[in-house]
Each structure stands twice: as C-alpha cells, then as structure tokens.
C-alpha cells in the first residue's frame, strides 16, 4: 500500500515491517479482523499500516513521529527487526 503525506510517499513495499499485532490462532492470521503493523522507511520516518478484512473498511496508513513509534513498538507484540539499530557508542559491553 502507498499513501502521500505533506508531499512525502509512504509505501509498506520500500519500509521494513519492526512490530505489528499479527498472529497465528489456528485459522487465520488476523487478529479480530484487524491488524497493525508498524513501519520504519529507509529516510527513518515512521508509520502505522491498519488493515482490515471488515466489510466497508478500508486499510490505511497513518505516519507518526520517533515517540510515538517507540510506544507503539512497545505496545506491539510481535517484534520482527530492532526498532533501533545500536551504535558502538551505546552498546555497554556485558
């Protein structure tokens, strides 16, 4: 899906996926007929994908700044890549 924002193009084909609420009940996929996924672009901007399988709903994209992205990765329960990527200067050594 691609949606356009203040001129900037979101597309969850060029973003990697770092969370949503995705899981395997034994039937389907989606949880309650919805899912969120949260996505990090290449350019370190931040959005939500909802979708829906609900009759006269429609997915939709919803970009959101660093902290919110933080509380929702929180908030999310499957993690797929870090939300962030560690620097030599942050690693403490164990």
Known sequence: MKAIFSGKMYSTDAAMVAASDRYWDGDSWERNGRNIYLYKTKRGAYFLHHTTSWPGEQER??????????????????????????????????
């Open 61 to 94: 994209i919803e970009p959101i700044g660093e902290e919110a992205a933080s509380e929702w990765y929180d908030k999310l329960p499957e993690h797929f890549y870090g939300y962030v990527e560690p620097s030599d200067d942050i690693i403490e050594e164990a």
